[in-house]
């Protein structure tokens, strides 16, 4: 079975956000498992800078060019260029890890959806004409795939319903936390809090980017509320500085959160996020829209618990290791949070529950449930 995938996300933006790490520990995972049966052909930039190095299986490259700015014009591209990139290769499965789906094929085709926050904000996310265009397109051929994979049930639902997908013709296989994620003990990652950002002992710890969905706004309206019981608490914001930062800025300029006790460290290295989630109380995780929840299953598999909404797919993930309410009820979340903080008992016992519930997401089972995708709807 010759499968050729999609690993541009490990060039592009994308790389250090969900849809890389998707991408870098799934195809990880193949080169572990080393199914005999299947050939791997990878999809690459050559006008991108080069992948970071990592564990991959042994593969042919098929090198693609596309625009450098706006790197969103891809999905507009992509059906036409696709077409002719991968026709005539000889292949008989093709996974679009995102939307990147050819409009004319001979072979078999897989598409991951994540999340379908663009139909839900379309005026955010399909503001620009190449945007609206490429993700009209896609969600298109992608009702026309073989097979798609929801990364939770609740994406499934998104995609059943609003996609008008057929539900026999998804299947969902939920991510994990990164293989080489290694948390220190959670004084050494207040340590590191202290010593690199000047982080007092006590902190909750937010992770991600910054657009409508992660409700920045709720997030700190939530904070400030705990903050006035507790004058000794911070809010520790971990994200890339890029163009999204403005909705941050924004919130900051507005909300009432204490200005003071908010410590934005913009983009950190893999060690430095693991030690700010391991010294963390709690992530507080306000989005009203997860299609996983990776950064929540993050923070449990350092040993620290979530308090947030229950939106998307994060029920799913967090289980009965964290306090969650109903999402975008802002005064809840925020009694949530200073119950959390306020009851020793509480933080002790969900604590005591975090790692257990990540162990349950395995990248190798991701793994060995895609390619049962692929073997499936192989033509």
């Known amino acids: ?26 195809l990880a995972a193949f080169a572990r498992r080393a199914p005999r049966d299947v050939e791997w052909t990878l999809l690459r930039l050559r006008n991108f800078p080069a992948a970071d190095p990592g564990l991959l299986p042994a593969h042919h490259d098929i090198a693609t060019s596309r625009f450098r700015r706006p790197e969103l014009s891809m999905l507009a591209l992509d059906p036409v260029l696709l077409s002719l990139e991968l026709g005539g290769k000889g292949i008989d ?32 996310y399909l503001r620009l004409p190449y945007s609206r265009i490429g993700h009209a397109w896609q969600y298109a051929l992608a009702r026309r795939a073989d097979a798609v994979i929801a990364v939770s049930e609740a994406t499934k639902r998104d995609v059943v319903g609003r996609l008008r997908v057929p ?5 969902v296989v939920p991510e994990a936390v990164d293989s080489d994620f290694d948390p220190p003990p959670a004084d050494e990652g207040r340590a590191l809090a202290r010593a690199r950002f000047a982080v007092p002992d006590r902190y909750v710890l937010y992770v991600g980017q910054f657009d409508p969905r992660k409700n920045v706004r709720g997030l700190l309206r939530a904070f400030a509320a705990a903050a006035e019981r507790d004058k000794d608490l911070r809010l520790v914001i971990v994200g890339d500085l890029g163009k999204l930062s403005s909705h941050l ?3 900051l300029e507005t909300e009432r959160a204490p200005r003071d006790r908010v410590i934005v460290t913009g983009f950190v290295d893999e060690p430095t996020l693991a030690a700010l989630y391991a010294g963390a109380e709690c992530l507080l995780h306000a989005a009203l829209l997860e299609g996983f929840g990776l950064t929540a299953l993050e923070a449990l598999a350092a040993g620290t618990p979530v308090v947030g909404y ?13 306090l969650l309410v109903g999402s975008g009820d802002e005064s809840a979340l925020a009694n949530a949070l200073a119950r959390f903080l306020a009851d020793d008992a509480l933080r002790a016992s969900l604590r005591g529950r975090a790692r257990a519930r990540a162990s349950a997401f395995s990248w190798d089972r991701a793994a060995d449930e895609t390619l049962s995708v692929y073997r499936k709807v192989a033509r």
């Open 1 to 26: 079975m010759r499968v050729a995938i999609d690993a541009r996300p490990l060039q592009t933006v994308a790389r250090v956000r969900g849809i890389g790490r998707y991408s870098r520990n799934l």
């Open 93 to 124: 499965v093709y996974h679009s890890t995102q939307l990147s789906l050819p409009a004319r094929r001979d072979f078999a085709a897989v598409v991951t959806i994540h999340d379908l926050a663009p139909l839900i904000w379309p005026a955010h």
């Open 167 to 171: 539900e026999e013709r998804v299947t």
């Open 249 to 251: 800025r924004d919130a």
């Open 310 to 322: 229950a939106g998307g797919a994060v029920t799913e993930v967090v289980g009965d290791a964290g």
